[in-house]
T-cell receptor, first 112, second 116 residues
């Protein structure tokens, strides 16, 4: 069963604006990851944050994790048309990074 | 970077046909691979964990006899959808984790299966 839920389900913004997506989960985790999926393609790993971390940056991506609220957010700054995709959070219960449980995803559309 | 290749990318076949999907790790060895299923505009559901040299581990509700998994080598896992029916139409994606501490899963590009 799916553990995570993401909101919003869909998000449309103008190019150049920032996009924020949220993810909530239900059980204890070792780490939380964000993936990107272009339409009809596989998933691309974006960033991983461990349960003992609160914030992590990678380029235009910023991820936060609040284990007390069992939630995470992904911020994409200065969005580009090429950022249009679906974004999924995924949690893993162990350090070995197996048995990922995916959230419901956010479909992000960047309007040029 | 680590590459996972999935083949075929698209299959259209008649009801009752068995379909085999291959998942290969191109530049690393993977003792474990994962098979997911994704319905349109929905998330990925883990179907099974493919273990090299041993039986696959199936998630609850996934029929073992329907979805046969073979992981005969460290770089290849196959998923066979046996006697496929229209309700088996879906997007199937595999993944594998390269060796090393904390490595993320790397995904294939998926296989779109359409059963007529």
């Amino acid at each position: 069963s799916q553990q995570g839920e993401e909101d919003p389900q869909a998000l449309s913004i103008q190019e150049g604006e920032n996009a924020t997506m949220n993810c909530s989960y239900k059980t204890s985790i070792n780490n939380l990851q964000w993936y990107r999926q272009n339409s009809g393609r596989g998933l691309v790993h974006l960033i991983l944050i461990r349960s003992n971390e609160r914030e992590k940056h990678s380029g235009r991506l910023r991820v936060t994790l609040d284990t007390s609220k069992k939630s995470s957010s992904l911020l994409i700054t200065a969005s580009r048309a090429a950022d249009t995709a679906s974004y999924f959070c995924a949690t893993s219960p162990n350090f070995g990074n197996e048995k990922l449980t995916f959230g419901t995803g956010t479909r992000l559309t960047i309007i040029p | 970077g680590a590459v996972v290749s999935q083949h075929p990318s698209r299959v259209i076949c008649k009801s009752g046909t068995s379909v085999k999907i291959e998942c290969r790790s191109l530049d690393f060895q993977a003792t474990t691979m994962f098979w997911y299923r994704q319905f349109p505009k929905q998330s990925l559901m883990l179907m099974a964990t493919s273990n090299e040299g041993s039986k696959a581990t199936y998630e609850q509700g996934v029929e073992k006899d329907k979805f046969l998994i073979n992981h005969a080598s460290l770089t290849l896992s196959t998923l066979t959808v046996t006697s496929a029916h229209p309700e088996d139409s879906s997007f199937y994606i595999c993944s594998a984790t390269p060796p090393g501490v904390g490595q993320p899963q790397h995904f294939g590009d998926g296989t779109r299966l359409s059963i007529l």
